[in-house]
Structure formats: C-alpha cells, structure tokens
C-alpha cells in the first residue's frame, strides 16, 4: 500500500469535503443523515470560516479520509485551542495508518497556530468503543461525556 499524504483543504476542495463527512454522518446516523447535498452546502459555508480548517488524506492520489479543525478559545484551555469537529476514514482504509496521518497534521496546524490542545468529542459509548480506543491510543485523554442542547435544526 502506498503511503498517506495530507493536506489542508482549498476552496476547491469543498465537493470533497463534503462527500466524506456526509459518508461520515451517514455512518453515524444509520442511513439516517442529511442528504449530500445539505452537507456541501453545509461544508460551503463552514469551511469559508477563517477558524475552520479542514484536512484531507490521500492514498495513491485518491481521498480516503478528512479531518475538520475549529479554532475556539476557553480560559481553561489558556487561550486558543483547537477542536476536531468531524474525522472520517472510508472504511476499507481504516486500521492502516491514515487516521494517525490525519491527526498528526491537526497537531502540525496546532502548534503553527501556538496552540495548547486540541480536543474532540468522541461518539457515543458503548458502540463506538472502537473511535475512542483510537483516541487514547493516540494521546488524547477522556475528560468526561460531552452535552448538547440544539437551538436550531
């Protein structure tokens, strides 16, 4: 297998985006996600933000998984920290290296930008032991479950 090569995502890149992560949310959801077309245009605006980054991962010139990156900023993080929103590998990918890839240019991206700690938000447990078994695998630490409360759709 070839190697995984990242790099940040440009304007042009959106339509890219934007298929991993509806692929991701579908894989969330049970089929049950928004449409493709809600996530590229979803993906238009978010990615048109200055604080958000995105990353994608290609084997052999092909896009095999994406990382999204928020800029926020918390007393307790001491300033500006970065947070993952979305992190996706296709499937047949997955356990050969390309997550790993994708996070160490997050932590690139981190420390370019003088940050002091990236944060994610992992999916429900029991059933997605798995994502948070490579979160810990990979140096994070579980602080605890995360809330949510949606005030729009």
Known sequence: MSECFVRK????????????????????SHGEGPT????TQRAQVVLAK?????????????????????E???IYAGGSFGEISELY???EMRSKGV??????QA????TAHNWARIEVGAPGQPEW?????????????????????LIRQ
Not at 54 to 68: E, W
Not at 99 to 104: E, H, I, N, S, V
Not at 129 to 149: A, K, S
């Open 9 to 28: 995502a440009e304007k042009d890149d959106t339509a890219t985006v934007a298929k991993l992560v509806h692929a991701l949310l579908d894989e969330l």
């Open 36 to 39: 493709i077309e809600t996530v």
């Open 50 to 70: 200055e604080s958000v980054s995105a990353f994608i991962a290609f084997i052999d010139n092909k896009p095999v998984g994406v990382l999204t990156l928020n």
């Open 72 to 74: 926020c900023a918390a």
């Open 89 to 91: 590998v296709l499937p």
């Open 99 to 104: 997550a790993p890839c994708l996070l160490r």
């Open 107 to 110: 932590q690139f991206h981190a």
């Open 129 to 149: 032991q798995r994502t948070l078994n490579f979160y810990l695998r990979n140096g994070f630490v579980e602080v605890g479950p995360r809330l949510r409360q």
